[in-house]
């Protein structure tokens, strides 16, 4: 299969997605959907009643990918392949989303600190008859962390719109004690598994 071009679609707002996207030398167009409005999110980040967080996680991630894909039929753009990606933290089974104030921010640090937990990500590209999804687990553990540490980390901005109240990339990198699995799995988009499903999908990878 081979692409219009040497470019991509990519259907996320993170600016983490962004630059990990440009180290590895893909150029890309956004193509944001709605995540709020009058007529509400395109695709719902709800999880549903039962759903283990590898599910939501690949739900989401192919529900927005393949939004996406529709709207570039629908809008007559020039066909690319479209990434979507989802990234959730989970710890005793309990899925931790992004927090919604300076409570929740503090009340998942404590839950997490001197603790390992699971970074999930799901990453989705749809492209023609090409739909496929790969999915990342990194364990992070943190250090014990002192009120003072979650009291001035949850000052700044940097905890509330991730997942799980952190991210790996800005100051709570002092957090991590050890790390298996992606770092940039950790930040959103596994390098790795993007470029293997980007190849797939036709793009001229090394």
């Given at each position: 299969?081979?692409?219009?071009?040497?470019?991509?679609?990519?259907?996320?707002?993170?600016?983490?997605?962004?630059?990990?996207?440009?180290?590895?030398?893909?150029?890309?167009?956004l193509l944001l959907l709605r995540s709020d409005g009058p007529r509400g999110a395109d695709v719902t980040e709800?999880?549903?009643?039962?759903?283990?967080?590898?599910?939501?996680?690949?739900?989401?991630?192919?529900?927005?990918?393949?939004?996406?894909?529709?709207?570039?039929?629908?809008?007559?753009?020039?066909?690319?392949?479209?990434?979507?990606?989802?990234?959730?933290?989970?710890?005793?089974?309990?899925?931790?989303?992004?927090?919604?104030?300076?409570?929740?921010?503090?009340?998942?640090?404590?839950?997490?600190?001197?603790?390992?937990?699971?970074?999930l990500t799901s990453i989705a590209v749809h492209y023609k008859?090409?739909?496929?999804?790969?999915?990342?687990?990194?364990?992070?553990?943190?250090?014990?962390?002192?009120?003072?540490?979650?009291?001035?980390?949850?000052?700044?901005?940097?905890?509330?719109?991730?997942?799980?109240?952190?991210?790996?990339?800005?100051?709570?990198?002092?957090?991590?004690?050890?790390?298996?699995?992606?770092?940039?799995?950790?930040?959103?988009?596994?390098?790795?598994?993007?470029?293997?499903?980007?190849?797939?999908?036709?793009?001229?990878?090394?």
């Amino acid at each position: 299969m081979k692409t219009a071009d040497h470019k991509i679609y990519l259907a996320s707002k993170s600016p983490r997605r962004r630059e990990l996207l440009r180290q590895i030398g893909v150029d890309f167009e956004l193509l944001l959907l709605r995540s709020d409005g009058p007529r509400g999110a395109d695709v719902t980040e709800e999880v549903l009643p039962g759903e283990s967080a590898l599910d939501y996680v690949a739900r989401v991630s192919n529900e927005k990918a393949a939004f996406a894909w529709d709207l570039v039929r629908r809008r007559h753009l020039t066909p690319r392949p479209v990434l979507a990606a989802d990234t959730t933290v989970t710890i005793d089974g309990v899925i931790l989303g992004k927090p919604a104030d300076r409570a929740e921010a503090v009340a998942m640090l404590q839950q997490l600190s001197g603790r390992t937990h699971e970074v999930l990500t799901s990453i989705a590209v749809h492209y023609k008859d090409f739909a496929e999804q790969r999915m990342q687990v990194s364990q992070v553990r943190f250090g014990v962390l002192s009120p003072a540490s979650i009291a001035a980390y949850c000052a700044t901005p940097e905890p509330y719109d991730k997942a799980g109240a952190y991210g790996i990339q800005g100051s709570a990198a002092l957090f991590v004690e050890h790390i298996e699995g992606s770092h940039s799995g950790i930040m959103g988009l596994p390098l790795y598994e993007t470029a293997q499903l980007l190849r797939e999908a036709g793009l001229p990878l090394p």
